[in-house]
């Protein structure tokens, strides 16, 4: 959905226990199984701008290139994708929140994921969590994983949920910010990323975590409008599976 994203990325190792159960805001996730299986069935859209709700969860693509499918699955938080030369490339499953509300109005922002990747991702690729706040516009990513290997950051370095994330804050242009900011933004908007230092295909992100440490930098965050379980693709040809994917808050 947004400005180009940067060749970053991470991934991991997880927790074990059993998976997250709580769907679509009811949290906070506290383990996840690293083995959870993907589930059968499921729907599969295809196309370059493509959204839903499924379980209490929003999901979608978009694309700048030739598009691709996402498939869901009635009452698990999971999804799979695939992509062809697609440019860039998004898809996600999360929440959307439209409110007008500070992230902190929500409480504990928690999300689970567990991935499988396979094939190429392009000239640069993310994933992990991902969305968008509104007045000041900001794109924000939370990197765990990649295609491409996870890429540096700024100078800054926390440490989250028990691993080290660098911090960094850019400046973009493009055309996902008159698709993503708050109405009427013109111009450019604010790229802000946390790299996890060691990649992990599986764990549990505090997201509100990442929001309060983006903060504590001086760099101004608006009105929670999305956070999505997220893989960004600058092209290639492959897939990815999450059996798990969801995103909670112990507030509404």
Known sequence: MGGRAGGSGTAGSGTGGSAGSAVGGAGPITTVDCSTPMPTGGKTYTGANVNGTINGLNYGIWTNGSGGSITV????PAFSTS?????DFLAH??????????????????????EKKSGSGGGFSTIGIYGWTH?????????EDSFNGIGGGGGTTVTIDGGQYTLSNTMTTGTGGANACESGHTGSWAQIRSNRKTARTCGIVTVSDHFAAWEKQGWSLGTLS??????????????IDFPVANVTTTSN
Do not use: Q
């Open 73 to 76: 699955f009635t009452d698990t």
């Open 83 to 87: 992509w062809n030369n697609s440019s």
């Open 93 to 114: 499953l999360g929440l959307d929140f439209r409110t007008g509300k500070a992230y902190t109005a929500y409480g504990t922002i928690t999300a689970a994921f567990v």
């Open 135 to 143: 007045s000041p516009c900001v794109e924000w990513y939370i990197t």
């Open 226 to 239: 999305m956070v999505h379980i997220n893989i960004e693709v600058g092209g290639g040809n492959g897939s």
